[in-house]
Each structure stands twice: as structure tokens, then as C-alpha cells.
């Protein structure tokens, strides 16, 4: 029986016009035209004999071949991308000291870090999580070799990562009129702190900090448990959150911007190549997109 082999430039376009619901932005993605990003997922259904997208003049869905193909895909992408780095970059080897800001993508943070170990074995990475403006510090004091922090947009910095901010509630919350708005946050210097109680406070509504922890699955957890109402990335919304829609109570909060810091005399290579892992990562992730109810 002749071997068949799935073509990994078909695989990565299906992928991006999977996360994105769009064959032009998917064709941005992978540098190519809408056209031809609409040719190459013909080829791909003629190739596995089925559909993997339902198309109608408004919505593109993945079916549920679809579904079971994205799976296989994004281990095909991954293996494929890290074994063609491993054989043709320099060694990488070394130990920094690394902080990470507790917004950033708390539930693929522990797979970006495993594939990173995995991809380059030599280097060991020293991981501490905190608040950006702590991370910030520790940069300047030389505690840090490099740090994944919020940056504000007038820092001339790239982003590596960026999503929505949203406001969340337990999916029952009920806000009782002349009631105190209960909020779960973490500590003081975090923004989204500062930001939700300024909001809060410009539309004369009351509120009450009931919950802070120094982690963000605390303050997930504390939301899920209906202890208060809080602002989170979207990559943080989770199952039995409910996104609260845009008001004058709830104003748009805007975007994370996430970057890179470097602190001077650390080992340069080793924070491009963990950039490029949580590039390559974040590439083939899909957020789940809940809507405002």
C-alpha cells in the first residue's frame, strides 16, 4: 500500500484559518492570498475525502472531521517547527533567570515552557511570576535576566502577544440595583486593578474589593466562586465565566500588550530562542471566544 503524507504548508493554513474564522486574515498569517488559502484547503479536503469546513455566506465552521484533523495538525505543525529549528540552529545552552507577568497566558504558560525544555535540553530556565511593575524592578536591580511583562503603549517595544480584555463574572451574577459591586483583583500596582475601581468609581457605582490574591488562577477561582467580578485577558476566561457586555458600568478596558524585557549582560540567544518558541506557540493556539451574554 503506497505511504500518503499530509503536505505541512496546507496543514499550517488550515490551522491559521481555523483559529481565525477567516481565509483573509489566515492568508496574512501564513503570507499568502485569500485565493490561494481557499485553494489550499480544497486541496486538503480532496486529500483526506472529506469536508473540513462547513462555508455559508456569513459563518466558516470546522466539522467534525474537521475537528479531529486540527488535532492532528497542530502536533504535525509543532514536531515540524521544532525539529527543523533543532537541526538547523546553533546550540543554544546557559541559565536565565526569568519573569513572567501573571497575565500572560496562564494556561499555555506550562506548555510554552515544557516545549522550550524540550526544543533546547541545555538550558535551564530559573521561572518567577509576579506583577509587571515588580518584574519591571527586578530588571533594573539585575534580579532578572529577561521578563515577559505588560507594556504600555507608548513603550517603543514589540509585542509578542496580544488579546482583549474583558470584564467577567460567575455565568448566575446578578448585580441588584443600589447594591456594592463586589471585585476580585490582584494586589495593588496591578492596572486592572487600578482600572476596574476608577471605572467603577467615574460611573458612581459602588464597589468593594472582597477578593485579591498574588495569582491569577486565584482570582479565576474567586470569580467562579461568585466572590467577585473582575478584569481579565480573554485567554483567562474560563468555562462558568460570563463575559459582561461593554457599558457605561463596564467600559471597554482594551488590550494586553505583552513584550520582552532584556536586561543588559544577559545571554541574548537564549531569550531570542524562548521568543521564538512563544512566538511559534502562541501561532497555533486558539482562544476560546466567548460571547457577551
Known amino acids: 500500500m503506497q505511504t500518503r503524507n499530509f503536505d505541512i504548508d496546507l496543514l499550517r493554513s488550515f490551522a491559521a484559518v481555523a483559529d481565525t474564522g477567516s481565509f483573509t486574515i489566515a492568508g496574512e498569517i501564513v503570507a499568502r492570498s485569500q485565493s490561494a488559502v481557499s485553494i489550499q484547503i480544497k486541496r486538503l479536503e480532496e486529500s483526506v475525502g472529506c469536508k473540513i469546513f462547513e462555508r455559508t455566506s456569513r459563518s466558516l465552521a470546522l466539522t467534525p472531521a474537521g475537528e479531529t484533523l486540527l488535532g492532528y495538525a497542530r502536533r504535525l505543525l509543532e514536531l515540524n517547527d521544532e525539529s527543523f529549528r533543532r537541526m538547523t540552529e546553533p546550540a543554544v545552552a546557559g ?28 538550558v535551564h530556565l530559573d521561572v518567577r511570576m509576579g506583577l509587571s511593575r515588580d518584574l519591571h524592578s527586578a530588571i533594573s536591580a539585575g534580579e532578572l535576566d529577561a521578563a515577559i511583562v505588560r507594556i ?7 509585542a509578542i502577544w496580544s488579546e482583549p480584555q474583558q470584564w467577567v463574572a460567575r455565568q448566575d451574577f446578578v448585580l441588584e440595583k443600589g447594591a456594592v459591586l463586589p471585585l476580585a483583583v490582584l494586589p495593588p500596582g496591578c492596572i486592572l486593578r487600578e482600572y476596574a475601581v476608577d471605572a467603577l468609581k467615574k460611573a458612581r457605582q459602588p464597589c468593594r474589593i472582597t477578593f485579591t490574591s498574588s495569582s491569577m488562577s486565584g482570582v479565576q477561582a474567586a470569580v467562579l466562586a461568585g466572590l467577585g467580578v473582575s478584569i481579565v485577558p480573554r485567554s483567562s476566561v474560563l ?38 518558541i512563544v512566538h511559534q506557540t502562541l501561532s497555533l493556539l486558539t482562544i476560546t471566544r466567548p460571547a457577551a451574554l
Do not use: C, W
Not at 504600555?152 to 514589540?158: D, F, G, I, S, V
Open 152 to 158: 504600555a503603549p507608548r513603550e517603543q517595544r514589540k
Open 239 to 276: 468555562t462558568g465565566m460570563r463575559v459582561l457586555p461593554r457599558s457605561k458600568l463596564f467600559p471597554d478596558p482594551g488590550h494586553l500588550e505583552v513584550g520582552i524585557l532584556r536586561a543588559p549582560g544577559a545571554q541574548q540567544d537564549i531569550i531570542t530562542a524562548l521568543e521564538n
Open 95 to 122: 541559565e536565565i533567570s526569568l519573569g513572567v507577568t501573571e497575565y500572560f497566558v496562564p494556561g499555555e504558560l506550562a506548555k510554552i515552557l515544557a516545549r522550550f525544555a524540550a526544543v533546547y535540553p541545555d
